[in-house]
């Protein structure tokens, strides 16, 4: 079995397969539960800055011990500003419509019968990306409002940052229709 091979038991595919189940539960979730835990991520991301910018402070200090590019440290760094910014995004998809279910096109058949073309999610939503933080975010609130689980893989040197970034997610939408896997 070669090393890129995924075993029954390996996390990746445990993940793989509590993000399908999420998955199943979030696609029927309506728009207003949908929008509502935008804007609780939204509200924790700004009350958890300081919480954000210190686990951010530690991936920054190893980057640089590493010898990290200063473009590339620039691109990990989260201040308080920039958590401020990350909010506003995520509130700003809470304005944008809700594909699900939007019917794209349609037309009647000669014999009465109805068809259309309606958005649904996809279902699970796979991201991998370098060091930008700000990417967990994004990408989780674009999945979320899209009715879409998603699977983040951040880059390593961002690992603390992205760790407090999806505690700070999973803890907003807990208790909510879409349930945190």
Avoid: F, H, W
């Avoid at 038991?9 to 979030?26: G, I, M, N």
């Avoid at 933080?133 to 899209?146: E, F, G, I, Y």
Wanted: glycine share 6%.
């Amino acid at each position: 079995m070669s090393d890129l091979t995924a075993t029954a038991d390996s996390p990746v595919l445990a993940a793989a397969r509590r993000a399908r189940e999420a998955a199943a539960a979030l696609a029927p979730v309506p728009r207003s539960v949908k929008d509502a835990a935008l804007l609780a991520i939204a509200d924790a991301l700004v009350a958890r800055s300081a919480e954000i910018t210190a686990a951010n402070a530690e991936d920054v200090a190893r980057a640089r011990e590493a010898g990290t590019a200063e473009s590339v440290i620039d691109r990990l760094t989260l201040t308080q500003d920039r958590i401020a910014a990350i909010a506003a995004d995520v509130r700003s998809v809470v304005g944008l419509p809700d594909p699900v279910g939007e019917v794209v096109r349609g037309y009647t058949l000669p014999n009465g019968l109805d068809v259309r073309q309606v958005r649904v999610p996809l279902g699970v939503v796979g991201i991998i990306y370098e060091a930008r933080p700000n990417v967990t975010v994004d990408a989780a609130a674009l999945c979320l409002k899209s009715g879409n689980a998603v699977l983040l893989r951040g880059s390593g040197s961002a690992y603390r940052s992205n760790t407090a970034l999806v505690e700070v997610l999973r803890a907003a939408v807990a208790g909510r229709a879409c349930r945190p896997t």
